[in-house]
C-alpha cells in the first residue's frame, strides 16, 4: 500500500494487535449479553445488546476489509480513494451519531425510551404482563357491592374501581384512584421478582410522587420523602403510606359525592341489567353530586390518561 | 292532480313539524346560553388549608338548603378520622420531640398515658377506625391533657397539626355520644382536604329577594399537584376569591416542608395576578384566619416570616393585632400593585378581613363582594 505520507500509516504489526482489540471488545459484549439473555426484560434491552454489537462488527467488518483491499490492490488507485474515504464516512458519521446523543442524553436512555413509545402497551402493568389488568374482560363478574363496606376493600373489585376511576377523572380528582389501581397492580408482582418490581415501582414513582410529575397524588411531605429517599425499591411496604393518605383522601372527599353521582347509578344500573344498555341514556341527564358539570378541559391530563375506559364511561363524561 | 296536491301537503306538514322542531330547539338553546351568560363564574382559590372549602360550605348554608342530616351524618367518619389523625400526630410528635430537642424532658409522655399513647398512634395509623366509643374518648382526652402532648401542641405549627385539633379536643365526650350528629358548627371545622373541583349554584337573595344574580361557585384542591388543574376553570371568570390564611406565617407547606406558607401564598397571588384570562375579572382577596391571627400574633412575632421581616412590634394587645394585621394588609397590596400591569388597573381589587367558620362575617363579606360585583356589571354594561 502506498502511504499518504510515511506518518499516518501503520504497519501490519500494529494493525492487527488494534483489530484484535476490537473484536476483543466484542467478544466481551457477546458474552455479557450471554450472561444476562436469561433475564426476561420488557423494554427489549436485550435487543438494544445484540443490535449495538451488530453495529460494532459491521464497522469492524468495513474497516477490515477496506484495509485488506488496500492490501491487496495496493496498485489500483481508485480502490484505495474508495476504501479511505468510505472508512472516513463510517468513522465520521458515528463520531457525529455518538457524540450529539450522548451530549444530549444518555445514549441508553434514548434507546430505550424510543422503544417504549413504539410498543402499544397501554399502561405499565401490561407492558410488565401483570395478570388480570388493563381493559375489563366481558366475563367480569358481575357482583353487587355494598356502600357500607370501607372504601378500599371496594375498589378491589375491579368493575367498581373503574367506574369510580372514571368519576374521579370527571372531577379533575383523577390521580388518586389511577395511583391506587398501579399500586394495586405492584401488589401482584411476586415478591421474588424484584426486576419486575423495580420496574413498576420507579414507573409509579416518576409517574405519581415525583414533585412536579404528570399525575402528582396528593400526599404530605413526609410521605413523599420517605418514598423518594429509599434505598430499597423492592419493599412491599414502599407506599404503604402514601396509598393510606390517598385512600383518606379518597374517602373523606371523593366518595361522599361519588354515591350520589350519575357514575354510582350507573354501575347499579350496570349490574342489575347489563343487557339492556340503552336504557340507561335516559338517566344520563341528572347529576346531584356537586361535582364538576360545566367544566370539560380539552387538555385535561386525566382525559388523556383515562385509558382504561371501561364501555360507556366516556359517553357519561360527555353527556353530563 | 289532486294526488300531487295532497301528497304536496303531506311533505309541507312534515317539513313544518321539523322545522318546528328545529325552532323550538334552537329556543332552547338560546334560552340556556342566556342563563347560562347571566350566571356570574366564581372561584375560590388559595394555597392549601387557606380557608377554600369552609367559605364554600359557609355558602351552602347560607344560600342554599344548608346540610340536611344524611349529609351532616356523612361527616361522622370525617370527624372521628380527624380525631385520631391529630392524636397521632401529637403523640408521635412528641416523641421525636423526646429523642431530638435540646430541653427534651418535657416532651416525654407520663409512665400512666405512655400505653395508652402507643395504642392510640396504632389506631391512628391504621386505614379504618374503630367506632369513637367513650372509653376511647376518655383515653384520647387523657392523653391530650398530657403536659407534654400539650408542650407539643404548642409547637404544633411544626408538625402539620390542623387547626379543628382544639375545637374537637374539647369536645371529645359531646363526639363520642352513641346518637351523636355532626352539628352545622362540627362540619364547618371538620378538616378535609379537597382534591379535584367541586361546584355549587347560588343565588344570594335575602330575605328582600332583590339581588337575582346566580352565581356558580367553584371550590378546588389547594396543593401544589391540584394547582395545575385551576387552569381548566379560569376561563369567563367574573371574580375570583383569594383565600390567604394570614395565621400561617410561621407553617410550612404540606407538600414541602422546608417552604413557608406565606411566601407560598404571596407567590401563588402573584402567578393568579399575572394570568392572561384574569384580565378583567375582579379579586376579593379574604385575609382569612383571623381569629387565629389575633391569638397568635401575641405569642409569635410576625417577623418569623421571611416576607415579613421588616415588621417592627409596636404595642401590646388589641393595637399591636390591628397593627400587625394592616401591616400584612399593605403587603398584600403592594404585592397586588406590583404584579398587575398598568393596563389592567381599573379591575376591582377589595380586601376583606375574614374568619371562614364565623357565619355572619362570612355573610356580611358576601353581601359586599354581591354588592361589588353587581355594581361592576352595570358600570360595565354603560348604565353606571
Given at each position: 500500500m502506498k502511504p499518504l505520507s510515511s506518518r499516518c500509516h501503520m504497519k501490519a504489526q500494529w494493525t492487527i494487535p488494534v483489530v484484535c482489540l476490537h473484536s476483543l471488545y466484542i467478544a466481551i459484549l457477546v458474552g455479557v449479553t450471554a450472561a444476562v439473555h436469561h433475564i426476561e426484560f420488557r423494554f427489549d434491552e436485550l435487543k438494544d445488546l445484540w443490535r449495538g454489537i451488530l453495529v460494532s462488527v459491521v464497522s469492524i467488518a468495513v474497516w477490515v476489509t477496506a484495509y485488506i483491499l488496500n492490501e491487496i490492490y495496493d496498485n489500483i488507485s481508485w480502490i484505495e480513494v474508495a476504501s479511505r474515504f468510505l472508512l472516513l464516512v463510517v468513522a465520521s458519521i458515528l463520531v457525529v451519531a455518538f457524540f450529539s446523543i450522548s451530549s444530549s442524553q444518555p445514549l441508553l436512555s434514548q434507546i430505550s425510551l424510543r422503544r417504549r413509545e413504539s410498543r402499544e402497551f397501554r399502561t405499565m402493568s401490561q407492558a410488565l404482563g401483570i395478570p388480570d389488568s388493563g381493559v375489563l374482560a366481558e366475563s367480569e363478574p358481575i357482583s353487587r357491592i355494598d356502600p357500607n363496606e370501607p372504601l378500599d376493600k371496594l375498589l378491589l373489585n375491579k368493575r367498581f374501581r373503574q367506574s369510580f376511576m372514571a368519576f374521579a377523572d370527571s372531577c379533575l380528582a383523577g390521580e388518586s384512584v389511577h395511583f391506587f389501581d398501579e399500586v394495586y397492580e405492584l401488589s401482584k408482582i411476586p415478591e421474588d421478582d424484584c426486576v419486575k418490581r423495580i420496574y413498576m415501582a420507579r414507573h409509579i414513582i416518576e409517574k405519581y410522587i415525583v414533585a412536579g410529575a404528570a399525575m402528582e397524588v396528593n400526599i404530605s411531605h413526609r410521605s413523599r420523602q420517605e418514598i423518594l429517599s429509599t434505598s430499597n425499591l423492592t419493599r412491599p411496604d414502599l407506599f404503604h403510606n402514601a396509598l393510606n393518605e390517598i385512600i383518606q383522601l379518597m374517602r373523606t372527599n371523593l366518595a361522599r359525592d361519588y354515591w350520589s353521582s350519575m357514575f354510582f347509578l350507573k354501575f347499579q344500573e350496570d349490574s342489575n341489567v347489563r343487557s339492556n344498555e340503552y336504557e340507561l341514556e335516559q338517566i344520563t341527564g341528572w347529576n346531584f353530586s356537586p361535582r364538576l358539570s360545566s367544566v370539560h378541559g380539552t387538555d385535561d391530563p386525566f382525559h388523556q390518561d383515562h385509558l382504561l375506559k371501561s364501555s360507556g364511561c366516556s359517553n357519561d363524561t360527555t353527556n353530563l | 292532480m289532486g294526488l300531487l296536491c295532497s301528497r304536496n301537503r303531506r311533505y309541507n306538514d312534515a317539513d313544518a313539524e321539523e322545522s318546528a322542531q328545529t325552532a323550538e330547539i334552537e329556543r332552547r338553546i338560546e334560552l340556556e346560553t342566556k342563563a347560562e351568560k347571566h350566571i356570574q363564574k366564581l372561584l375560590l382559590l388559595g394555597a392549601g388549608e387557606s380557608g377554600k372549602s369552609t367559605i364554600f360550605k359557609q355558602i351552602k348554608l347560607l344560600f342554599q338548603t344548608g346540610f340536611d342530616e344524611a349529609e351532616l351524618k356523612s361527616y361522622l367518619p370525617v370527624i372521628h378520622a380527624n380525631v385520631y389523625q391529630t392524636i397521632k400526630l401529637l403523640h408521635d410528635g412528641s416523641k421525636e420531640f423526646a429523642q431530638n430537642?435540646?430541653?427534651?424532658?418535657?416532651?416525654v409522655i407520663s409512665n400512666e398515658n405512655k400505653e395508652i399513647g402507643e395504642k392510640l398512634s396504632e389506631i391512628g395509623g391504621r386505614l379504618d377506625y374503630p367506632y369513637l366509643t367513650k372509653e376511647l374518648a376518655q383515653e384520647i382526652e387523657n392523653l391530650w391533657k398530657d403536659p407534654a402532648i400539650q408542650e407539643t401542641y404548642a409547637r404544633g405549627s411544626e408538625l402539620q397539626i390542623p387547626d379543628c385539633t382544639d375545637y374537637f379536643m374539647e369536645n371529645l365526650q359531646r363526639l363520642s355520644d352513641t346518637n351523636y350528629v355532626p352539628t352545622k358548627e362540627d362540619v364547618l371545622y371538620a378538616r378535609v382536604r379537597t382534591s379535584g373541583v367541586v361546584e355549587i349554584q347560588f343565588s344570594p337573595v335575602g330575605e328582600s329577594k332583590k339581588s337575582g344574580e346566580v352565581y356558580r361557585l367553584f371550590d378546588v384542591g389547594g396543593q401544589r399537584n391540584e394547582r395545575r388543574k385551576w387552569i381548566h376553570l379560569f376561563e369567563g371568570v367574573s371574580a375570583v376569591i383569594f383565600c390567604a390564611a394570614i395565621s400561617e406565617y410561621d407553617q410550612t407547606l404540606f407538600e414541602d416542608e422546608n417552604r413557608n406558607r406565606m411566601t407560598e401564598t404571596k407567590e401563588l397571588f402573584e402567578w393568579i395576578l399575572k394570568q392572561p384570562c384574569f384580565e378583567k375579572t375582579s379579586f376579593m382577596l379574604f385575609l382569612n384566619k383571623f381569629d387565629i391571627f389575633e391569638k397568635k400574633i401575641l405569642k409569635v412575632p410576625l417577623n418569623v416570616c421571611e416576607w415579613f421581616k421588616d415588621y417592627q412590634p409596636v404595642s401590646t394587645g388589641k393595637q399591636e393585632i390591628e397593627h400587625a394585621y394592616e401591616f400584612v394588609k399593605k403587603k398584600f397590596e403592594e404585592s397586588y400593585f406590583q404584579s398587575t400591569a398598568p393596563d389592567r388597573v381599573d379591575r376591582v381589587f377589595k380586601i376583606y378581613r375574614t374568619t371562614a367558620l364565623d357565619q355572619k362575617v362570612v355573610k356580611k363579606t358576601f353581601k359586599l363582594v354581591d354588592e361589588t360585583l353587581r355594581r361592576r356589571n352595570l358600570f360595565e354594561a354603560g348604565l353606571l
Open positions: - | 430537642d435540646v430541653d427534651s424532658s418535657k416532651y
